[in-house]
């Protein structure tokens, strides 16, 4: 009872190769082996590796993000047996706190090459770029985006229960639908990948059956959860989760420092490698007393707050950079959006590629505002001008200031 | 200085029918005459209708709502032409106060019949219904949606500069190349429409060409702002509006006593006829100097705040309610995120007109979580539980309550 | 039920001298003849006087404020008799909102001569001077005070409820005893006065009798609250008063468009007449249930917010300025906390004067730190940084600008 | 550059006597060695004692807290000389993170026993008292006092530079004609003690020297902050030190979970040991340029945010209770404004010595409300009704909870 300090349910070893400890893994699937057993109401502390599981570095260059290989991403920390907990209860995960590991205090931000991973404006921004945040308490400054510093919204990135064998069939059945309806360029969903897959613990043939079935840890998915990448998903939330398995088997990764609504770049949080401390409790027969299809949750009070009247806000709308009208796709508004802000802080001195790095990983608020008047979704984005040490306000003279650069790979 | 009251610069007459009153107007066009003249830095006063231009009546049926004339809707106040504003240059309106008539101190949210107008749930709920809202003060409350009451976060739904002949075109062109590629059943925007067109004291000959080119009001628009349905550019706001004919000629209406991110049901805001204090000031040049192509703004800090811990969020994701996947689809997304609320409300005793209703016009906070996880966009949706005068937590058990009835259509 | 516009209870005549308007009164004694009533659960407007009653004018001189006649104030409307309250009850008050009246839109901010009145930084600042605002909305600024501008925190100065005979005996009781004990050059309490004693609609015999009893208004009194000048008593609070006489006997008038935690100058909130929406409820035996002797409140959710990073904190100690130290004594730290706030911003251009007034009407938060270290008590008082249009932080340069002056007086 | 790990200015072992250890000490004074040297604009780490060095347990029996030696307290670690700091400058202290030690996640909050240490209430709670909390991430609850759980405003509750031999001399002084001039039975203030004087690495005749002269650290004091106890001094915030002797001699203890204002226990924090993160920079000139007296702080963005509607208020006045009127003296006033939390508290089955610990260490608001309207002056005190699992609000039932017990001393 607080006498000594919380147990520890999972170390991870930053030196060894992420697929060589048992306690991780990177797909969903109901029989990767749990790696430990946790008591309902029990708090514990769990390590987590950054979502490439260490694969970029902290340095000046982005050739770690252009090379980065996709298929060793999100080795999650778990499946945990939560005691008691049984298909159609649901999981109250309070989350008591989340910190970078004390010997490396820092995180980055990346954007993805368009032609491995891209992101969300790889349109116009198509090459791989990279900044390093060095952590100072609960502060965050980069070499790389100069006179910029805020506090972390500090979060997972993926939390989730194991999918039962439905609702996995579920998901494949409806993003194969997906993929082989596409006639785009693009990837529109990843299917099930045997290479690179580590199912834990798992013998030889059954880490086959998770690699031939098991679901892709990109998307986030209304069963459960997973990586949703709520930035308010932060220190002292409850967040409520369905359980499909025999004891809820949960699973925890990629936190980020920070991250900005939308998580535009895709690699746009502050990524980090760190510590999670967790309390878990059972909800018996929650999913039917809460009618829960999704995870809901409950912030805590203890977000960065600005204040109202400190977000400069941005309008996008549904029309993109071609003149082109789309009908009420929210997801167009916003990259407007996004655009809007670019152009406006250009004018200071950065590159389009440090504001698109900033806007993926700064505290900003997405906010759909109007849906519903055809044929134009409005959205806006509100940048906290705090984080900026020079005033961002229109009716300050704009001055130049020696901006530096991201990183940038070396061809 | 103050000595006196603060100039109105126009009056409405709410027993007059709109359309002959030479103030107002209900389409964009250059050409449509200025109603009056204010300085650069003035301070005035300008009475707005509701929406609806006061179809709809305080009682307890939807009739009024299900057979309302679209074409008789947004009538504008305006356009005032500002002294010394130029096309190129910024419209900074500052939003002093919004304040409802104080002999009429009611509003109402609509739900559209999905022939005539519908909503962003509209498969899912059809028909007409209504909600009365009484104003005590700053809070409000309704006699159809019992057991909630909050303070507004009001503000106007459109403002805006008129667009130039060039950007009027422009809006035509691309709105006529989305109706002419439509092929589903649904409307996907409004072509300009001579019917109810009323283009203030424009004589006939003018007030056709008006009718026959002049921009409808729905959508709002990245070039001017307009209809964007903006919860929080409400009182105290700044907001920068782009200039595009000389004099600006802005317009102002559609005001909100409250609206939640989204208006959902379309009509979804609480619609009010009132007053709307704006201080007008020029800045030259503005548009280049702050690289604007969209409105920017900067919220006041007098918005009602809840605390960070005092919001029940729900997550939602781009798979639809028949499980099909879309590709990274916010619109989906949300529409998603709004069911799952109207699930766990409706255990409360509300029926979901009820909750459609609600999540329209109450502060809730939309957001765009992620936006890159292929193929799965994430949105959220926060719901304020201090509106309700119950505990709407999960971990309190539901007592089922008397929530009697929002207003219906007669058959 | 909101159909028409809320009944107003008591209106009062700007153009006619307090004194002869039967709903004021000046003195708080349990026989003022009541002015009207009140049903439990209704909503009404009443109207209110400014604290002087109309002695202050608005202009360039502090001629008037020089010359208060302070027995003539703080005429409250009222008192209303509440339906169905009894002593032992609780009033609950419901702040819906509190308006100047729209064509007054400006209020007044006093620091009084040392001689009639003074204040709390008389000793160092003994000369009368005066600050007048123009209210735009929801704001005010002041050609007395350049630079500044903020929103209002609206609020009532004083409501409460009569006390009954014994309670104001006691009152009588032990602020004689104060003065009786008072060897100081100062006034330490008021006495009962007849001087200027109104007292509504009494007869001659009874008002005389009212000013020989009655209690003076200036103090707020632990047993109903009254003259509390609590800022945060704002639009949406809750207020729940004691009931001790039969029919509640409800006063409220010196209302204030902002306020400063202390209100220092005395005179020290932006003073105006204007309208004040409440809503009455009655809880039966509240004073038994709720274990209350003094007034309990919850603010509503719209106070201006400028998030806890935006106030310049100063600290102060009760160490006076002649180096006397003081024991634990919070009255002596505040003084010397304000200090330290009119030195720092006196660099800008500001008078000292003007500062004090600033501080008297702005919305600093005054806190109590620590109370126990012996023998320091140590006070913060918090400057929201928003509220100038210039950069206060330390870190940036000073320039001092043309601040004008404050109103003096002629001589 | 954050490539490894914030170097640690200062390691305390919490197995050894405080006073053994060479970078503690509890007296100030200029003479006190420097423990080490840190860099203008460096990041560090300080380990700090809890600020009875260790004497308290986690146990159940307040026997620790009745035989506390109060002469054994205030361990400061330091004094620390920051490079380039020198007499007239400022040091710009920012505090980016405070946190407990990882093995040690509990601290207590103490009522000492009025013949030892006393308190706030000590005339009506004389018992000494203690309640244990267990940190569980950002959150503590207690088994003393149960159905509370709050996040943590993590502060140091001393910091300061060391006073010049002439800033000693004057406290000496002034303390000293304070005692001198008593005729009280309590202490008003700590003369300097060689009893149990810690010098850091002093010599033995500087050691006696320091004895004999060096202050107190039990006092805040305006010169340089010291033991301020300010709550909001918490993680994220910039604190503006006055700098007396060369090399600015910074020290740092007394670290606090959490704090209500006021501290009114004395112990009444949420006393912890642990470990502070530091960024130092020098302002050259800064107490001229600043125009400063004493400390200064911004605080930073991330407090706890309960939100304006979240705290249910008390009011409070300058009359005692034994009906004896005082004269504007907020001491008095705030006493009165905590015993009427303690009533109304009291009703859910807390013993008034748990709320009188609750009070002391939750995060409640203590405000300076009015303190001009003589004779009274008026507090309030806002609890944030959050930090409770059941409704506190006045429109609930009351349900007696068993609340169990704080711990109280053995005889």
Known sequence: MGHKGIRTALKVDLNKPAWEQPGLHNRWHPDVPSCGKIANNEVVKIECLDWTGGQIKNDDSADDIKNVDLTQIHYLSGPFDIETAEPGDVLLVEIQDVQP?????????????????????????????????????????????????????????????????????????????????????????????????HAGSAEENLKEKIGREGARTIPGRPEHGGNCDIKNLSRGSKVYLPVHVPGAKFSVGDLHFSQGDGEISFCGAIEMAGVITIKFTVIKGGMAKLAMKSPIFHPGPVEPQFGPGRYLTFEGFSVDENGKQHYLDATVAYRQTCLRVIEYLRRYGYSDYQIYLLLSCAPVQGHIAGLVDIPNACTTLGVPMDIFDFDIRPETEVTKLDMGSCAFASD
């Open 101 to 197: 590991f004390e010997d490396q205090p820092w995180g980055f931000t990346g954007i993805f090459d368009k032609q491995n991973g891209g992101g969300f404006l790889d349109g116009l921004y198509p090459k791989p770029a990279k900044a390093i945040w060095d952590f100072e308490g609960i502060f965050c400054s980069s070499r790389h985006i100069p006179h910029v510093r805020f506090a972390g919204l500090i979060h997972p990135g993926i939390l989730g229960c194991a999918p039962s064998a439905e609702v996995l069939a579920e998901w494949n059945r409806r993003e194969g639908e997906l993929i082989a309806a596409n006639t785009t360029q693009r990837d529109v969903a990843k299917p099930p990948e045997p290479k690179s897959a």
